[in-house]
């Protein structure tokens, strides 16, 4: 499938209150990980499907909300392609680790969106 949904992210207002209400919903592998400079990323293992994470809302008095990632194969031409079909950008091209980098556009409907370039393949 072109595109895929490859992450869900929960960006929370309260992470450990998040994580524990999550643990004990689902049977969901949840693996802290600390980010120098940021925090901790809970990571969420779901077995087969679309896995994710969990993090403490950066942008302060925004409610906590769920953010879906979607695969794309040049991060700067999606997100300028984006931006010029109607779209926000939020933060622009942003690199994690050695993992990949990621870009946040809000679409012309208000609805925010990840977009996700690996570098693993």
Avoid at 19 to 32: C, G, I, P, V
Avoid at 58 to 86: C, F, I, N, Q, R
Wanted: hydrophobic content about 40%; charged content about 20%; cysteine-free.
């Amino acid at each position: 499938m072109a595109n895929p949904f490859v992450h869900i992210e929960l960006q929370s207002t309260d992470l450990k209150k998040a994580r524990d209400f999550y643990a004990r919903l689902f049977d969901w592998k949840l693996e802290d990980a600390p980010v120098p400079g940021f925090g901790t990323y809970t990571m969420i293992g779901v077995g087969e499907g679309t896995g994710g994470g969990m993090m403490t809302n950066p942008v302060p008095g925004t409610p906590s909300y769920w953010l879906a990632y979607v695969d794309v194969k040049d991060l700067a031409s999606s997100t300028k392609k984006a931006k010029e079909l109607g779209a926000k950008v939020l933060v622009d091209s942003t690199p994690v680790a050695d993992m990949g980098k990621f870009s946040i556009i809000v679409d012309p409907t208000g609805a925010t969106l990840g977009l996700w370039q690996s570098t693993r393949k």
